[in-house]
């Protein structure tokens, strides 16, 4: 079964700095990966996802993930932090034709300082 | 453009109560699902459906059932509440196919008292 490992329940950056959310994943087989953003008191949205046909996904509101099947890491990274960035992160892992084998992870916090 | 909608926003309930959280989608998705948030712990499927009629367990079914009559409406029931359920539940619908984007409802905060 796949499953999916977030590192860092809470990232601090500042603003206009790098910001990086780490996402390891096991799976037995090719996996299908997601990167989701919850603001507060909102429902998850989808930021990217990964498709064979690119290791690197550009996402929406300038985020991008490097697929890396070496290191089974998919990580979030996006050059300049701006304040509208801070809220929760969720990667997530499917092997299947359904969501209904889709693992979270727990969530990393983002923070933006002015 | 609804999407999915989750009513109540909130909810307490008292020990033993019963109550259903609604979910609707407007985007004729075969698949839904109901998901709960806790800290730390990321979401845990609790049900899910990939049709009308048809609908199955998740991660942690104990203490919810579920009903696919439509393809619009999925109702999470919580059959006799405790403190345990406390929780944020998310409703997501999405195609059955592969690689597809989950949608999701803005959640029902529940507090079990």
């Known amino acids: 079964a796949q499953s999916v490992t977030q590192l860092g329940s809470h990232v601090s950056v500042s603003e206009g700095a790098l910001v990086l959310l780490r996402c390891n994943y096991s799976s037995s087989v090719p996996p299908y990966l997601f990167w989701y953003v919850q603001y507060p008191n909102q429902g998850l949205q989808l930021l990217l996802k990964y498709t064979s046909a690119a290791t690197l996904v550009k996402g929406i509101n300038g985020f991008e993930a490097e697929f890396k099947k070496s290191e089974t890491s998919f990580h979030l990274t996006k050059p300049s932090a701006h304040m509208s960035d801070a809220a929760e992160y969720f990667c997530?892992?499917?092997?299947?034709?359904?969501?209904?084998?889709?693992?979270f992870g727990a969530g990393t916090r983002l923070t933006v300082k002015p | 453009n609804a999407g999915v909608t989750q009513t109540p926003k909130f909810q307490v309930l008292k020990t033993g109560q019963s109550m259903t959280l609604q979910c609707a989608q407007d985007?004729?998705?075969?698949?839904m699902s109901w998901y709960r948030q806790d800290p730390g712990m990321g979401l845990r499927l609790i049900h899910y459906s990939v049709g009308a009629g048809i609908t199955d367990q998740g991660e942690v079914p104990n203490g919810y059932n579920v009903s696919r009559s439509t393809t619009e409406d999925f109702p999470l029931r919580l059959l006799s509440a405790a403190p345990s359920q406390t929780s944020v539940y998310f409703c997501?619908?999405?195609?059955?196919?592969?690689?597809?984007?989950?949608?999701f409802g803005q959640g029902t905060r529940l507090t079990v008292v």
């Open positions: 997530a892992v499917s092997d299947g034709y359904n969501n209904n084998d889709m693992r």
């Open positions: 997501a619908s999405s195609y059955v196919r592969e690689n597809t984007e989950a949608f």
């Open positions: 985007m004729n998705h075969e698949y």
